[in-house]
């Protein structure tokens, strides 16, 4: 972690204490749970959620339709629920369609399922040209789809979050469903990536 | 902004894939908004409109002069928190 821009008393880090200072001694804050949702989102919360659900929808099939029915309660039932968790939609990656997400605006983002956005996902470069040049964005992260396959670009929202639901890999009918969680990635769940199949 | 401004994100994330806090700070910001949001003193989207409203501001300087001098997204967020906590009177002694 770097903080090397942060040492005077008016940077980032020093307003922050001050105002985590200020909240607790006001009774606002309780430090010790500052904590714990730092530790929580740190570690706790994060892509291996989702890829449970992924590695879940590849396996059987009445919960892959009960994902892209209604995500929010289907990955509840696997005990993934929280803040910036509702109103989740699931969208299937096909061999004819790719999907892509983004949240233009901000940062919008299912954090029960996928954890806290990277860097990359909310900064202005991938924001502004995820929708004008998907294809460009998509050859920035190494994926280069084949032109018949079509782009569809989701702009999250404070009303939609999506969880991308990769193309399972071939070669992979063999394993289990927790040796398929390992392989899916956060990148393909956001349409960044595809899943690859473990090296024999 | 860089030509290769995403490239160089992305490769920062293959390098620390987990890595979603650049500072101590950041993820101290996240969590005393999370927390006072939880504890009911503002909605989670009243916090995120001021969010929008500062990476917008953000975004315009950008696209017109290419800098990113004005901060990056967690100083969008300290700002768009204590804008919230100055209008609620939550920041005051």
Redesign the interface.
């Given at each position: 972690?770097?903080?090397h821009h942060?040492t005077d008393d008016s940077g980032?880090?020093a307003?922050?204490?001050a105002?985590?200072a200020?909240?607790t001694?006001?009774g606002?804050?309780?430090p010790a749970?500052?904590?714990a949702?730092?530790d929580t989102?740190?570690t706790r919360v994060?892509p291996r959620n989702g890829a449970r659900v992924v590695a879940k929808a590849w396996t059987d099939p009445a919960y892959r339709k009960r994902l892209l029915a209604d995500a929010t309660s289907a990955v509840a039932e696997l005990g993934f629920a929280g803040?910036?968790g509702g109103h989740l939609v699931a969208i299937e990656n096909t061999d004819r369609i790719h999907n892509l997400v983004v949240c233009t605006?901000?940062?919008?983002y299912p954090w029960p399922v996928l954890?806290?956005?990277?860097?990359?996902y909310?900064?202005?470069?991938?924001?502004?040209?995820a929708v004008s040049d998907p294809r460009g964005?998509l050859e920035?992260?190494g994926l280069e789809l084949p032109s018949n396959v079509e782009i569809r670009v989701w702009d999250s929202s404070?009303e939609i979050r999506y969880l991308v639901i990769p193309q399972r890999p071939k070669g992979t009918s063999k394993m289990s469903e927790d040796e398929l969680a390992a392989i899916v990635?956060?990148d393909s769940m956001v349409g960044v990536a595809k899943v690859e199949a473990p090296r024999a | 902004m860089s030509e290769n401004a995403l490239n160089e994100l992305i490769e920062a994330a293959r390098l620390d894939p987990d890595h979603v806090f650049s500072a101590p700070w950041e993820a101290r910001a996240f969590a005393i908004a999370l927390q006072l949001s939880e504890s009911g003193y503002f909605t989670w989207d009243a916090f995120r409109d001021r969010l929008i409203a500062e990476v917008r501001a953000s975004d315009r300087i950008r696209a017109r002069d290419g800098t990113s001098a004005h901060g990056e997204y967690y100083d969008h967020f300290l700002h768009a928190l204590e804008k919230l906590l100055e209008e609620k009177g939550l920041a005051h002694s």
């Open positions: 972690m770097s903080d942060n980032p880090a307003r922050v204490k105002l985590e200020l909240l001694e006001k606002l804050l309780d749970a500052i904590d949702i730092v989102y740190e994060g803040p910036q605006l901000c940062s919008c954890g806290l956005p990277p860097v990359w909310k900064s202005f470069a991938y924001r502004s040209r964005v920035d992260f404070a990635t956060r | -």
